[in-house]
Structure formats: structure tokens, C-alpha cells
T-cell receptor, first 114, second 116 residues
Framework: DTAVSQTPKYLVTQMGNDKSIKCEQN?????MYWYKQDSKKFLKIMFS???????INETVPNRFSPKSPDKAHLNLHINSLELGDSAVYFC?????????????FGPGTRLTVL | QQQVKQSPQSLIVQKGGISIINCAYE??????FPWYQQFPGKGPALLIA?????SEKKEGRFTISFNKSAKQFSLHIMDSQPGDSATYFC???????????????FGQGTILTVHP
């Protein structure tokens, strides 16, 4: 009965590799997000999709490509991983207008690039 | 550009004390101000939120005070408990009740430690 789930929880990889993180929500929300939390715990939005359409793209390098096959899923693919990509990535979902657009976050994926 | 500034970075409080975290914003178009709580290894979760048409909102031991003219808002945790130890984030967004897609701008976070 998990609301927002992400896989994998931990991801350790070498520089230059390509990796994907998957996100699924079973809340029936229309909007999904990807956030990056750096080592200082600062949270910054990367992307947002509404009904499978990209609506927010916050000057993220082209190496990051989100894909939304349906409104319950939002995956994040990262090409040519760099050391600076090491962070915790959170997926979130919301339904605009409900409770002021409360966002429900997943448990996070800790990405470590060696 | 940091649009929401949060302080302090860390806070240590004794059990039963009051924890106060402050935030200031720049964008006058913000109309929704939530606070999120994050425990280690978990994602943030909504704690309490306020809209600028009220100056205070209380839910249990948690209270948001909002000062629209000063563009500041704060979180007060009364009777702080060790279980409240977590990282707290203030945030702001526009279009709270409409069709906006809720881009949240977060503050830098405050690590709260409540000693027994």
C-alpha cells in the first residue's frame, strides 16, 4: 500500500555509466516530480510532469531525461554519470488543488558515482 | 537565486522546550507556504501549511506564524519531544488553489535535535 515508491533505493556506479531510477505512485495523482537533494540536504526541483506532459524543467543538464509512460509512473534516466551527480533523488506526486497541492515524496534513491 | 531563506541551519532544544524556525521569502507571488519534516533515510512529508490570508495556523503542537508585510513565516514546535528530531524545510509556491502545478521552492533546511 506504498503511496510513492522508487527503485532502487541505493545505486552505486562508475563515472560515465548510464543508469535509471523508477518511480510509481498509486495515489491517482496527475502530477509527478523529481527532486535532487545534495549533501547539504538542499532540495531542488528538477522536473515535473502533468498527465505525462513535461511542465517544469529546471535547467537540468541534458544528460538527465525523464520519461513518463503513464501518469502513475515517472522514470529518470541519467547518461554519462559524473561525480557531481551523487545525491539523493526523490520522486513526488500531487494533485493540484488538493490541500494546496500537497506533495507526497517517495523514500529516495541514494546515487553514488565513483 | 535563493528565493526562500531559512534559519537556523541547526537547532538544539531540550525536551519540553519550544523550537522556532524562521523563513523569509522574496517573491510576492508566493501564496502557499508549507513546512515539510524529513527523518533520516526518508522522504520529506508535509507537516503543516498556511496561505497568506491568515496570520497563524495551529495543528497540535505545531504552529505557523505568517507575516505578509515582512515576507516572513515561522514554525513553532511547542513541548518539543525527542521524536521531533528531524530536518525541517520551509517552502513556498504559487497557485495553491488553482491549476498551477505546484513548483515548490525550498529553504535550506534546519536540523532539529531535541535532547531528552
Amino acid at each position: 500500500d506504498t503511496a510513492v515508491s522508487q527503485t532502487p533505493k541505493y545505486l552505486v556506479t562508475q563515472m560515465g555509466n548510464d543508469k535509471s531510477i523508477k518511480c510509481e505512485q498509486n495515489l491517482g495523482h496527475d502530477t509527478m516530480y523529481w527532486y535532487k537533494q545534495d549533501s547539504k540536504k538542499f532540495l531542488k526541483i528538477m522536473f515535473s510532469y502533468n498527465n505525462k506532459e513535461l511542465i517544469i524543467n529546471e535547467t537540468v543538464p541534458n544528460r538527465f531525461s525523464p520519461k513518463s509512460p503513464d501518469k502513475a509512473h515517472l522514470n529518470l534516466h541519467i547518461n554519462s554519470l559524473e561525480l557531481g551527480d551523487s545525491a539523493v533523488y526523490f520522486c513526488a506526486s500531487s494533485h493540484p488543488g488538493r490541500r494546496g497541492n500537497e506533495q507526497f515524496f517517495g523514500p529516495g534513491t541514494r546515487l553514488t558515482v565513483l | 537565486q535563493q528565493q526562500v531563506k531559512q534559519s537556523p541551519q541547526s537547532l538544539i532544544v531540550q525536551k519540553g522546550g519550544i523550537s522556532i524556525i524562521n523563513c523569509a521569502y522574496e517573491n510576492t507571488a508566493f501564496d502557499y507556504f508549507p513546512w515539510y519534516q524529513q527523518f533520516p533515510g526518508k522522504g520529506p512529508a508535509l507537516l503543516i501549511a498556511i496561505r497568506p490570508d491568515v496570520s497563524e495556523k495551529k495543528e497540535g503542537r505545531f504552529t505557523i506564524s505568517f507575516n505578509k508585510s515582512a515576507k516572513q513565516f515561522s514554525l513553532h514546535i511547542m513541548d518539543s519531544q525527542p521524536g521531533d528530531s528531524a530536518t525541517y524545510f520551509c517552502a513556498a509556491s504559487t497557485g495553491a488553489g488553482g491549476t498551477s502545478y505546484g513548483k515548490l521552492t525550498f529553504g535550506q533546511g534546519t536540523i532539529l535535535t531535541v535532547h531528552p
